[in-house]
């Protein structure tokens, strides 16, 4: 499975918009990228996912770069609630042999929003 | 309203009782989740179903067990087994096949005494 790499931590001002990168250099091809955030203790929320196409949601954006080795959610106007650990994670779609149709979370980036 | 439902929130075990935790999901998904997450950290897996009556071991899967005799079930025993047992631990279910995202609990947090 692909490993993704994210900075511990990043601070955003508030109304600015939030850019939190991910480096993901072994994806495979039919690896998704996704994003989840995690307020303290709460189960992760979805954001949003892609696979080599730039995506936008009523959330975020998603900017995956051409050779998919890695990529950047946009939060674009950052709030206080937006304050969380963020985590990029690459998933295989469907089901394969090896049996790896799993998400592997790595450690995140702690976003704090400051007023 | 579908969703995925865990429960206890909050459970209190003494050290050498096993203990199940209990995962109901009724969004029609084939596969489910279990993760353990320790404070400051990120999500390890436990263990993860693909479909009823099939399930595989994640990377921490010593002195855990798990069942899928249901499609919408999927609890979790941590045994006297487990080393470190007080943790928060998360469920989670997605589609099979779908380009869709897993969906998530919100979590039990199991302090062994």
């Known amino acids: 499975d692909a490993k993704t790499t994210q900075p511990p931590s990043m601070d955003c001002a508030e109304g600015r918009a939030a850019n939190l990168p991910c480096n993901h250099s072994t994806i495979s091809g039919n690896e998704y990228v996704y994003w989840y955030r995690q307020i303290h203790s709460q189960g992760p929320q979805y954001i949003i996912h892609g696979l080599k196409n730039n995506e936008t949601n009523e959330m975020a954006s998603l900017i995956i770069t051409e050779d998919r080795k890695s990529s950047t959610l946009i939060l674009p106007h950052a709030t206080l609630r937006d304050t969380a650990v963020y985590y990029c994670?690459?998933?295989?779609?469907?089901?394969?042999?090896?049996?790896?149709?799993?998400?592997?979370f790595g450690t995140g980036t702690r976003l704090k929003v400051l007023a | 309203d579908g969703g995925i439902t865990q429960s206890p929130k909050y459970l209190f075990r003494k050290e050498g009782q096993n203990v199940t935790l209990s995962c109901e999901q009724n969004l029609n998904h084939d596969a489910m989740y279990w993760y353990r997450q320790d404070p400051g950290q990120g999500l390890r897996l436990i263990y993860y179903s693909q479909i009823v009556n099939d399930f595989q071991k994640g990377d921490i899967a010593e002195g855990y067990s798990v069942s899928r005799e249901k499609k919408e079930s999927f609890p979790l025993t941590v045994t006297s087994a487990q080393k470190n047992p007080t943790a928060f631990y998360l469920c989670a279910s997605s589609d099979r096949n779908q380009n869709t995202e897993a969906f998530f609990g919100q979590g039990t947090r199991l302090t062994v005494v």
């Open positions: 994670i690459v998933r295989v779609v469907g089901f394969t042999t090896s049996g790896t149709y799993k998400y592997i």
